[in-house]
């Protein structure tokens, strides 16, 4: 969970317009932003705008659960304190969401210490699922976590992972304010798709139930359930989808949370797990998003289906029960060995347009050195226009860069963050408290970036 930046410690630089180093035309109105001072184990970010208050931004990261706002549409970043629990050793895997009445919502999982290596729930502590609270945008933040779902240490427990946050802000929407959650359980025996609701701003949640037809295998890995992510229409149909073997899954529910479709396959895909080179860890877990406008649906994901890896975007116009072809989302020629990885869609609810980050190698030879790369359609998926949105290209290193990236947009403004390798200083020694899984041998820091097509388009 990456992103947050203190504009005192933090580093911005304007590229000249229409200027890269990369091949791809530089993003219009490209700003870049350092978010670290010191390198350290920074991974996964999360970002959101609130609808109510377009200029304020708020963003998520790990290690530790932490969180940092903007006032200024992107501009500059305060961090915020009083969002890891204290109470627990290690927190991560964030999401964070504004829900209709411009309340930040932050979730995040916390535990003691971790099963066995990518079979979690094996030795596991005690953990959960919890979200905290922010009444004024981001800024403060409740002292009191809420927990969505929580594990006490005991013989063959659970090990509750990766949730993700939606929230149903559509302000005509029968269940307008609604907060959802959903994760994946690793058991000793399987793997499921868990989800729970909230219709009071997050101050109590449902009974977590299972949402997944298909259980999965219990290890970390193909075979398990996983990557959950959802999207609310307008009219407040909710889609769920995760990632399955080789396929995608969708369930949707019309009741608010209560009662869901049975989870059925949609798209065969490659595994989701892969090997990128230099990468400690990679998946293609899919993201949805909806243009409220036509309420065409939109998934991306990423496999290697064509050998190296690539990043895919299928949409469908009569939600969710048919799916078209999938499109390929980087430019790059096909076959060429180099790989495009962690993508995250945003769908721009002003303008429809559907944007996708990604990591991209199309500039090396070697498939190893990446820049950061913002594909963008407006054509409803049937195309993308490739852009660097950054300029300088990085080797991960053998780092763990996380399991995800983030994207979020509105009104033309596009806005990303995600990981980048750095040199550890000498005298500088890892924290002995994070995941088993981030704890790659390479630093890392945060970027947070800002695109404006809208700006571009006017000129």
């Not at 953990?127 to 240490?153: C, H, M, Y």
Request: charged content about 20%.
């Amino acid at each position: 969970m990456i992103l947050v930046a203190l504009a005192s410690l933090s580093s911005a630089r304007q590229s000249p317009p229409g200027q890269s180093s990369s091949a791809l035309p530089l993003a219009p109105g490209a700003k870049v932003i350092t978010v670290n001072r010191k390198p350290g184990s920074f991974t996964e970010p999360s970002l959101a705008i609130n609808p109510q208050q377009p200029s304020q931004l708020v963003g998520a990261f790990q290690v530790p659960a932490s969180v940092a706002y903007s006032d200024d549409s992107g501009g500059s970043w305060q961090l915020t304190s009083g969002t890891a629990p204290e109470n627990y050793k290690v927190s991560g895997d964030v999401s964070i969401a504004y829900d209709i009445l411009g309340h930040a919502i932050l979730c995040y999982i916390a535990f003691d210490k971790l099963g066995t290596s990518e079979y979690w729930a094996h030795g596991a502590t005690r953990n959960g699922v919890f979200v905290r609270r922010s009444l004024d945008g981001g800024k403060t933040w409740d002292a009191k976590a809420i927990p969505v779902d929580e594990q006490a240490t005991r013989p063959e427990m659970p090990f509750e992972d990766k949730p993700y946050l939606v929230a149903d802000d559509n302000p005509n929407s029968p269940y307008a304010g609604s907060l959802y959650v959903g994760w994946t359980e690793f058991s000793l025996a399987k793997s499921v798709i868990l989800f729970s609701r909230s219709k009071d701003g997050g101050i109590t949640w449902s009974d977590p139930f299972e949402i997944s037809t298909h259980e999965g295998l219990p290890r970390d890995d193909n075979g398990s359930v996983e990557g959950f992510a959802a999207a609310a229409a307008p009219n407040g149909l909710l889609y769920t989808v995760w990632a399955d073997g080789d396929s995608i899954m969708l369930a949707t529910s019309r009741d608010g949370g209560i009662t869901f479709t049975p989870s059925r396959k949609i798209l065969e895909v490659a595994p989701p797990y892969f090997t990128v080179e230099g990468v400690e860890r990679s998946n293609g877990f899919p993201q949805i998003g909806i243009d409220p406008r036509s309420g065409k649906v939109f998934l991306t994901w990423s496999d290697y289906r064509n050998g190296d890896v690539d990043i895919f975007c299928a949409t469908s116009s009569d939600r969710g029960w048919s799916w078209g072809r999938a499109v390929r989302v980087n430019s790059d020629a096909l076959h060429n060995g180099a790989d495009q990885f962690f993508q995250w869609l945003a769908v721009d609810p002003v303008d429809g347009s559907a944007n996708v980050v990604f990591y991209d190698r199309r500039d090396d030879p070697g498939n190893r050195r990446a820049i950061i790369a913002l594909a963008r359609s407006t054509d409803g998926g049937q195309s993308f226009a490739n852009y660097a949105w950054s300029e300088t290209p990085f080797d991960p290193g053998g780092a763990f860069l996380g399991d995800y990236t983030a994207l979020a947009a509105f009104d033309g403004r596009v806005y990303g963050a995600w990981t980048e390798t750095a040199a550890m200083p000498r005298s500088s020694s890892r924290s002995q408290g994070t995941q088993s899984h981030t704890a790659g041998k390479t630093a890392t820091l945060i970027k947070v970036a800002l695109a404006d097509f809208k700006s571009a388009a006017a000129h």
